[in-house]
């Protein structure tokens, strides 16, 4: 009885000892980096074409995208405040969507367009990374160093999933960058709705 008891403890601490390490999802309400900029649409005079652009702009913050896909949706939303007199709001805003970090949920870092924007706001821009991403490995098993692991017209980033609007780091996982700091990171060539506070880097994470 006591040999079969130890062989099936021995037998349990094998399995526990050789299961594989569970990777960390990270996700966040992707309608929540996009809501702001909804609202000040509407305020501008955007009216029916706010929503459904600020929808399709939210999915691209998803794992599934292309890399160039949030700055795309970008564009499309300063094109859309240029027909509303240059808001000056909706560019800030879309200038910051264009650095909120994108999903992991494999715990790997979101690959950076390698195409310039269409807008001259967004020249330079490019997503943050989750605090909980790994540094070395890209979405797709990619390793550093390979193309699409720097951001355009750079050699090398540091530290690690910064961009222009937090350039102390990534971002706390799951968090919106537009609640974090106003500055996008550069003048958004807009009107005269207000200018933009002096970016913050993000806080660091709290250990749980």
Do not use: H
């Amino acid at each position: 009885m006591l040999s079969i008891l130890f062989t099936a403890l021995s037998t349990s601490a094998l399995l526990v000892s050789g299961a594989p390490i569970l990777e960390k999802r990270i996700a966040q309400v992707i309608a929540q980096a996009t809501a702001d900029w909804e609202q000040a649409c509407l305020r501008a005079g955007g009216g029916q074409a706010c929503n459904p652009l600020s929808v399709s702009s939210m999915a691209t913050l998803l794992a599934a995208p292309p890399p160039c896909a949030q700055q795309d949706a970008a564009d499309s939303m300063i094109d859309l405040a240029r027909k509303l007199g240059n808001d000056a709001e909706m560019i800030r805003l879309a200038q910051l969507f264009r650095q909120q970090p994108r999903n992991a949920p494999d715990s790997v870092s979101s690959l950076y367009c390698q195409q310039p924007p269409r807008n001259n706001e967004l020249q330079g821009l490019f997503q943050c990374q989750f605090q909980g991403v790994n540094d070395n490995v890209f979405t797709g098993g990619v390793a550093l160093g390979a193309p699409g692991t720097i951001p355009l017209g750079l050699s090398s980033l540091s530290p690690p999933g910064s961009c222009p609007a937090n350039p102390g780091g990534k971002i706390p996982d799951g968090q919106q960058l537009n609640k974090i700091v106003n500055n996008p990171g550069r003048g958004n060539g807009g009107g005269n709705n207000g200018a933009a506070q002096p970016s913050q880097p993000a806080p660091p994470a709290q250990s749980k």
